[in-house]
C-alpha cells in the first residue's frame, strides 16, 4: 500500500503526527470519519490499517471510488455524518474498531470550489452546504433577524463587530453571491483594498459553522466515537477552531477524569460518579513551522489525541454542550 501514501493533490495537516498518534498495526480496522479528499485514509491503508471512512458530502464519496477501487477491500467509503458513525458501522456489522480520526472543519476540496460558496476568495452562489442538503447560507441569510446573525457571528467566528457586520447584512438584502457577502463585511468593517488579513474570513467561518452544525456534529462524533473504540483503542482530532478545540479538550479531560481535583482556585467538584473511557490525553499537537510555510491552512490547527480503557461509555453528552455556548 506504500503507493497509496499520498496524493500531490491533497497533502492533510499534521498527516504524520496523526499517523503516530494513531499506532497503526498491520490488519487493524480504522475509521477516517471525515474522509475529504482521503489525505488520512491514504496514509492508515499506507501503514497497512483496514479502513472504513465516511464523509457527508456526495462529492467527496464520488471522488473517493477511484481510491476505494486501489485500495483492493481494505476500504469501505460511506456517505454520512461522522456524528452517527457507530450506526454506520453497525449497520455494517462493526461494532468496536482500533482507532478512529476527526478533521474538523471545511475541505481544502470544498474551498477550492466556488460553486460550493465556502470561500469569499472564489465568487460563487452563496451556499455553504456540506452534505449538498437542507438551508443555504443565502436562505439563511436572507430570513434571519437582526440579533440572529450577530449572535451566530459573534459565537462562531469572534467577530467583536458582530452586530454592525449583521446590520450591513440586513441592509443590503437579498444576497445569493459570496462575492457580494464578502463586500458588505469589507465595507461595514471599513476595510481598506489590499490590507493583509480579510475581515471577511471570521464572517464567513461562523456562518459555515451554523449552517452545517458543526459543533453539534463534533459533540455527538465524540460520543459515537467512545462508544465503538475498543479498549486500548486510539483517537485523534485535529481542528482548527478555538471553540472546536475547547470541546474536543473539555471531552477528553472530563472522560479521563482530569476534572476530578480541583485547585485553590476552584472547589473540588463531585467525585467521578463513572469510571475513565479515555487514558490521559497526550500533550496537544502544533504544526511546525516549516509545514506552516507549506500549507497556510495548517496555522490554526490542533491534533489532540488518546487511548480508550475498557471502562464502559458514558451515557448522553455531559459538558461538552456547555463548551457550545461559551
Known amino acids: 500500500m506504500s503507493e497509496l501514501a499520498r496524493d500531490p493533490r491533497h497533502d492533510p495537516v499534521l498527516r504524520d503526527e496523526v499517523v503516530a498518534a494513531l499506532a497503526i498495526a498491520p490488519g487493524e480496522r480504522h475509521v477516517d470519519a471525515t474522509f475529504g479528499a482521503g489525505g488520512y485514509t491514504r496514509a492508515m491503508l499506507a501503514a497497512g490499517a483496514d479502513v472504513v471512512a465516511c464523509d457527508r458530502d456526495p462529492d467527496a464519496i464520488a471522488g473517493g471510488q477511484a481510491l476505494v477501487a486501489a ?4 476500504l469501505v467509503l460511506i456517505h454520512g455524518r461522522f456524528g452517527e458513525i457507530d450506526r454506520l458501522l453497525a449497520e455494517r456489522g462493526i461494532d468496536a474498531v482500533d482507532g478512529i480520526t476527526f478533521d474538523i472543519g471545511v475541505s481544502s476540496m470544498q474551498l477550492d470550489q466556488g460553486e460550493r460558496g465556502f470561500s469569499f476568495q472564489k465568487d460563487g452562489p452563496l451556499d455553504m452546504r456540506m452534505a449538498q442538503d437542507g438551508e443555504t447560507a443565502a436562505e439563511w441569510l436572507n430570513r434571519a433577524d437582526e440579533t440572529e446573525i450577530a449572535d451566530v457571528l459573534f459565537r462562531y467566528g469572534d467577530e467583536r463587530q458582530s452586530r454592525r457586520v449583521a446590520r450591513a447584512i440586513v441592509a443590503a438584502r437579498p444576497l445569493s ?3 457580494e457577502l464578502a463586500t458588505v463585511i469589507r465595507k461595514a468593517l471599513r476595510h481598506p483594498p489590499g490590507a493583509p488579513k480579510d475581515p471577511s474570513t471570521k464572517s464567513f467561518q461562523a456562518i459555515r459553522i451554523h449552517i452545517n452544525s458543526e459543533l453539534d456534529e463534533l459533540v455527538a462524533g465524540l460520543a459515537a466515537a467512545e462508544r465503538v473504540l475498543r479498549p486500548g483503542g486510539r483517537l485523534a482530532v485535529v481542528s ?4 472546536e478545540d475547547r470541546i ?3 471531552f477528553l479531560r472530563e472522560r479521563s477524569g482530569g476534572d476530578a481535583a480541583g485547585s485553590r482556585h476552584r472547589p473540588a467538584p463531585l467525585p467521578l460518579a463513572r469510571a ?5 490525553p497526550a500533550r496537544k499537537v502544533r504544526p511546525s513551522k516549516a509545514e506552516e510555510a507549506r500549507n497556510p491552512r495548517a496555522r490554526s490547527a490542533t ?8 471502562a464502559p461509555a458514558w451515557p448522553g453528552q455531559s459538558i461538552m454542550k456547555e463548551a457550545i455556548s461559551c
Open 71 to 74: 485500495a483492493d477491500g481494505k
Open 177 to 179: 453571491r459570496t462575492g
Open 240 to 243: 482548527f477552531h478555538s471553540t
Open 248 to 250: 474536543v479538550k473539555n
Open 276 to 280: 475513565a473511557t479515555f487514558e490521559t
Open 303 to 310: 491534533l489532540r489525541s488518546a487511548v480508550r480503557t475498557a
